[in-house]
């Protein structure tokens, strides 16, 4: 455990050496943080004189094991805290998600984590392989942090850190979950903005993304974020992260870190259409390497299968998240249209 603190390396020990954590284990570090690490990749840090006021911090990365860079920015925080660097203003649960797909430079090994929260881990065949067990660990993570010693007060935060598969035309962006009747938050938008996020997708719809669950189960403020694309570990350049970065840093940091907004700033989009792979021959009408948010003219035929042709429904309709390769009954693309939010809790 020495080791740990001193080098900070939880990410490298957790891939390298999992039994380590196989059993729960708490120490205190020298500035009072508590540290809770219950499996590997999932370490609670929990600073001296908290109270249920103060905000309770989740940042998750690595759901798909092939996005790098959030993976590399957790890690650093992570090594900062132990090292003694960073001191926390906020309790934080840092969540490295998929540590087997990290280690084979892939997406995922049997199945994409991020279609089995919210209980999708358990339904059809149930928990039959490793994501969907992880999937549940994470989703028990999140509660327990979230409840911890019963603690229902404080700020829910959890932002889930991506990179996606393909260049975008807006090169940092969020998906906002689903949130049923409540408000979207002004403040938020201003937090996503400070970390350079400045195009967001108000999602329409009940998902199975890691997000959705800590909003609509936990009442948190939750994101998908998209950070950039895809690399190999060590190919990163993090200087197309530091806004990012920084703005972490502040919130877990500072007691009160609040960044303003200019909502003019914002590209804000709703989803216009789901469209989900349902036969074996599915087809992208367009070539791999365009862009997300490239936008089509009405009537363009953007995916096809036997029988069906999908179709962009209004001018200027824009393509995310194009995948012809997922597994069937699964989203293969999203639409997006502009919008506007006008009714914000601030």
Known sequence: MQQLIDGGNFLALSRQSPSLFSAPTTFELANGTSVIITAPGIIQLHPVGNTTSKKKVV???????????????????????????????????????????????????????NRLFSGAHSEGEGLINDERKRAKALEDAVADFFTRQNEQNGERLHYDLHTAIRESKNEKFAVYPYLHDRKHSKSQLAFLAACGVKTILLSENPTTTFSYFSSFYHNAHAFTVELGKVKPFGQNDMSRFKEAKDALVSLITSNDYSPQVDMDELDIFRVNQVINRQQEEFTLHFDDDTPNFTGYPKGTVLASEPGTDYTAQVD??????????????????????PTKLDDLDV
């Open 59 to 113: 940042l998750s990365c690595g759901v798909h094991g092939n996005e790098t860079a959030p993976i590399e920015i957790c890690d650093e925080l992570v090594q900062r805290i132990l090292s003694g660097q960073l001191s926390l203003s906020h309790d934080v649960l840092f969540l490295f998600g998929n540590l087997p797909a990290m280690d084979i430079a892939e997406r995922f090994v049997q199945e994409n984590m």
């Open 316 to 337: 200027g309709e824009a393509i995310v998240f194009p995948n012809a390769k997922v597994a069937i009954g699964q989203r293969a693309l999203l639409t997006v249209v």
